[in-house]
Every structure is written in C-alpha cells, then in structure tokens.
C-alpha cells in the first residue's frame, strides 16, 4: 500500500517562511512527476509547483521567485520551501505523486493535506 505523507504546515506571519514536506512510502518501484497543490477556502485546488523525476519544475504564477520545489529521489520526499508568505497563501496544501507501485500500474496519489496559515 502506498502513501503520502504531509509535514511543516502551520501558522507564519506574513514575510515569514515554511517548509513543507512529503514523503511517499509502501511498496514503490518508482515516482515520476511529484508535486504539490493548494485549496484555500472557497476556491479550487490549483496547482503551486511540481518536479519531474529529472528535476526540472514548473510554477504557478503567483509563487515564481518566493516558492522552491524540490525532492530527495533516494528518499522518495518532496519538499516546498515557501519564502515570503502572503495571507492569500493560506490554504490547505496537499502533495500529489504519480507512482508505480510493485506489481500494478502507474497511479497519481495525494496526501492528506497540511494547513498554511498566514495571518499576522
């Protein structure tokens, strides 16, 4: 059984800083693309920043120069280095990876989702 779990959320006042992490376990022959995503109150779960298994990433707008993606392969962790928080970075941030388990066929699987909090 495979999953993905979610550390580093919380609360942080605006211009402060978060790492978030992701650490995908169970029986895992190998992780493509990884990523994580947000929802914040109201709205949709949009994109924030993914990784290939090769490294190279891709932003949403909003987060490009205060937001760094990246991952440890021989631990099969993901991680989100968030600089300069904004209120309107609040939302809950869920990891995402799309994963061959032993034996089955590649599937995308999420995490639980920490809680962001920025507010002074």
């Known amino acids: 059984q495979v999953q993905l779990v979610e550390s580093g959320g919380g609360l942080v006042q605006p211009g402060g800083s978060l790492r978030l992490s992701c650490a995908a376990s169970?029986?895992?022959?190998?992780?493509?693309?990884m990523g994580w995503y947000r929802q914040a109150p109201g709205k949709q779960r949009e994109l924030v920043a993914a990784?290939?298994?090769?490294?190279?990433?891709n932003y949403a707008d909003s987060v490009k120069g205060r937001f760094t993606i990246s991952r440890d392969n021989a631990e099969n962790t993901v991680y989100l280095q968030m600089n300069s928080l904004k209120p309107e970075d609040t939302a809950v941030y869920y990891c995402?990876?799309?994963?061959?388990?032993?034996?089955?066929?590649?599937?995308?699987?999420w995490g639980q989702g920490t809680p962001v909090t920025v507010s002074s």
């Open positions: 995402n990876a799309v994963i061959l388990p032993h034996g089955l066929d590649f599937r995308e699987y």
């Open positions: 169970g029986s895992i022959f190998s992780i493509n693309d």
């Open positions: 990784i290939t298994s090769g490294g190279s990433t």
